[in-house]
């Protein structure tokens, strides 16, 4: 049975989010995941996706507040083995939920072209033009909440 969950900053479950993150989206790339940046990350709101049977962390995402409206959605990574089971679904709207709990009124995102459907099955709608960065083409996806 899957539970969604926080997960604090600076908690061993923390530091299991940030090894699944950096295997499902920085490794790939050849990226590293800088220490300099995890200061930054006490800001954030952490989420992840459990399997309560042996506790293991199936996929998570960052929550950015940009102002007293605006949270940005970042870093959505599902482990590979539980890809195309419904995790990310369920984890995106758990994270609106939670957005909208803590009073924001618009979640923002950065999309890879790829999974551009995979957001707007979520009720997120594309907006402005697509952008490249580091070489990766990417949608600004909006969603009210
Ligand atoms: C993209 C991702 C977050 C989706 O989560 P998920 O748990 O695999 O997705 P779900 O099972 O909830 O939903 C499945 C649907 O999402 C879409 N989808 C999922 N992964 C996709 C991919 N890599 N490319 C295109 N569409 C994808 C498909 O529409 C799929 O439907 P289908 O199974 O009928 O084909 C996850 O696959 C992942 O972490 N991928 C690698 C990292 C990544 O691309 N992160 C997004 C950064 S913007």
Redesign the pocket.
Known sequence: MRKMLDIDFGSSRYDELVNLRYK??LEPLGLKFLDKYRPKEAEYLHIGCIEQLDDKLL?GLILVPIDNDEIRMM????APE??????????VNYAIKRAKEAGYTRLV????L??V??YE?LGFHQEGDIFEEGGITFARMVKEI
């Open positions: 499902v989206l996929g870093q959505v990574a599902i539980c890809q195309g089971q419904g995790v990310g679904h369920e984890l995102m950065h999309a890879m790829s999974v459907g995979f099955d």
